[in-house]
């Protein structure tokens, strides 16, 4: 609910405060005094685009302050927005525009600087304003449907659909993913296989890479070996070679060995090793010569194998021992995509499931918004004939949509249309309805949902104009109606019918001070009411019978 708003040099206001209370708030004064000028200041303050002609003549800034009672639940839209942004969240809110005489604007929020979109989010929740100004609300057709199921009340059902509808596009995106995956896979599959068949036949081993390397650099040394070999074997074997001359020794010592007191024995027994490992070795020399004769043909088929492991590693982006792990992970991707068959028919069975499951939610939360729509579409019928709107035909439209337009809302696009002409089709709210007559469909509209929607403050601009008499007393007794369901509503009026339904009523008039002209809003008395509303009724002089006809308007309001 509005509090307070101040505003600060705009147009003809120079300094001005005024404290709002709720239920019908009613605003009158001649033409020309400046009750427009109120509704721009409180549209500056919620968002509305800055003009420099909104500032007072001579002055650099003009400022407008409105202080809004959210309330202690926590349960305002405002709320949400505020813990978006990381705002301070207070029962509170102080929104504050200043706008410069050359068009530059700041916002705040509760003292934090903002942009102006976040203004114009947050001032949305707060007020919404019918008449002069780009209305929203009621005739943005994306709050229809919301509108019409909290006046079924419908969010059980609502929630129902909301869930199916999540747990529906949970397994269709597990679906199309899998799919997906699938689809990939088998892009590659012929390539898979014929890599994997040309790994399986080439077989590589861990490390092999590098014992033919090994063997390969043996081969291609193999004579240079064989005669090194020779050269040694013959060094140690031959006729003069270390085998006989240490057999030698040992016959010479081990004769004498008994004559030296035990002191030759460890020498013998050295001599003795040393024979033995010169044997050995003498064997392996000449048993790696004949290895190297019989692979003397093998140096060929060495590198030929040694060549392909490399020129695979190399087609594959990878070392030679890498080409095992990669069989395998190959290998691994042809299993999935035989298995994928399997998990695809299995999650498409689940999503055909789940689609049923919302489908069935949705098309029960659409009979029911259909049968609410007609209800509405009377209720609405029988405030209209009273606001001189008898000709008129309001329509709910409930159109079932294609799969493309499903949502976790339903299947529903919901509109408020009507028909301001027999015999003619019914069109949106704003493009058919003239000004008075989009006026006086609002508050019908408002009326019927009056326990509906969460903007906790209404203000209609003139909605009377073009009707007096019984049309006018109609007008302010459903703008008071309105006021007692927890709303506060203003309104800027010409009608004394209506402003004698007010239960709060101010005057706005213009004064001259020091060859200035300002305006001024004062709050009425219950005296001063009586003399502005037979004003409203006898024009420039009143007359008794004038303050006769507010008195007893005045006494009927209740």
């Not at 296989?193 to 390969?216: F, I, T």
């Not at 064997?283 to 060495?302: C, E």
């Not at 949106?428 to 309805?433: E, G, M, N, S, T």
């Not at 009608?495 to 004062?522: D, I, L, M, Y």
């Amino acid at each position: 609910m509005l509090v307070t708003l101040s505003i600060r040099d705009v147009v003809l206001i120079e300094r001005l405060t005024l404290a709002f209370q709720s239920g019908l708030c009613v605003l009158t004064g001649e033409t020309g005094a400046g009750k427009s000028i109120l509704l721009d200041a409180l549209g500056l303050a919620l968002g509305a685009r800055g003009d420099s002609s909104l500032v007072r003549h001579g002055c650099e800034q003009a400022s407008v302050t409105a202080e809004f009672d959210l309330g202690k639940r926590g349960d305002h839209p405002a709320f949400a927005i505020l813990r978006e942004q990381e705002l301070e969240v207070e029962d509170t809110l102080v929104i504050r525009r200043t706008l410069t005489n050359d068009g530059r604007s700041r916002c705040f929020v509760n003292d934090q600087p903002v942009g102006v979109t976040l203004l114009r989010r947050l001032g949305e929740t707060l007020v919404e304003v019918h008449g002069q100004f780009d209305t929203h609300g009621l005739l943005d057709p994306r709050t229809h449907r919301d509108l019409l199921d909290d006046y079924a009340q419908l969010s059980v059902q609502g929630q129902k659909v909301a869930a199916s509808w999540r747990a529906w596009r949970q397994v269709e995106q597990a679906r199309l993913t899998a799919a997906d995956d699938a689809n990939r896979a088998r892009a590659e599959e012929d390539y898979l296989r014929h890599a994997v068949e040309e790994l399986d036949q080439l077989s590589p081993e861990e490390g092999e890479e590098k014992a033919l390397a090994e063997q390969r650099i043996v081969l291609q040394h193999r004579e240079k070996l064989i005669e090194s070999l020779t050269q040694a074997s013959t060094e140690l074997s031959g006729e003069r070679g270390a085998e006989r001359a240490l057999a030698s020794a040992l016959r010479t010592l081990s004769r004498i060995a008994d004559k030296a007191g035990g002191k030759l024995d460890p020498i013998i027994s050295v001599l003795d090793q040393a024979a033995s490992e010169v044997g050995e070795a003498s064997r392996a020399i000449q048993g790696f010569a004949a290895d190297m004769d019989s692979d003397g043909g093998n140096l060929d088929k060495i590198e030929e194998r040694l060549f392909a492991l490399r020129a695979a590693a190399r087609k594959h982006g990878t070392d030679v021992d890498g080409l095992v792990t990669l069989r395998a992970s190959m290998a691994a991707k042809l299993n999935l995509i035989e298995d994928q068959g399997d998990l695809l028919s299995k999650l498409a069975a689940q999503a055909e499931t789940a689609k049923a499951t919302y489908l069935e939610a949705a098309k029960a939360l659409s009979a029911a918004r259909a049968k609410a729509a007609g209800k509405l579409d009377q209720a609405v019928a029988a405030e209209l004939k009273p606001l001189r709107l008898e000709k008129a035909r309001f329509a709910t439209k409930v159109e079932q949509l294609g799969e493309e337009g499903w949502s976790a809302a339903g299947i529903d696009d919901i509109a408020f249309q009507v028909a301001t002409n027999p015999g003619t089709p019914p069109g949106p709210l704003a493009k058919i309805a003239s000004g008075g007559e989009l006026a006086r469909f609002m508050l019908a509209l408002k009326v019927v949902l009056a326990q509906v929607g969460t903007v906790p403050t209404l203000v209609f601009d003139e909605v009377d104009t073009g009707v007096g008499g019984a049309v006018a007393d109609a007008i302010g007794e459903r703008l008071a109606r309105l006021g007692q369901h927890d709303l506060q509503v203003l309104v800027v009026t010409h009608s004394p019918q209506v402003a004698a339904r007010g239960a709060h009523h101010w005057n706005v008039r213009k004064k001259v001070s020091a060859g200035r002209t300002a305006t001024e809003v004062v709050a009425l008395s219950v005296e001063e009411r009586l003399e502005e509303v037979a004003r409203m009724l006898s024009g420039a002089e009143i007359t008794q019978a004038a303050r006769a006809a507010a008195e007893s308007l005045l006494a009927g309001r209740g």
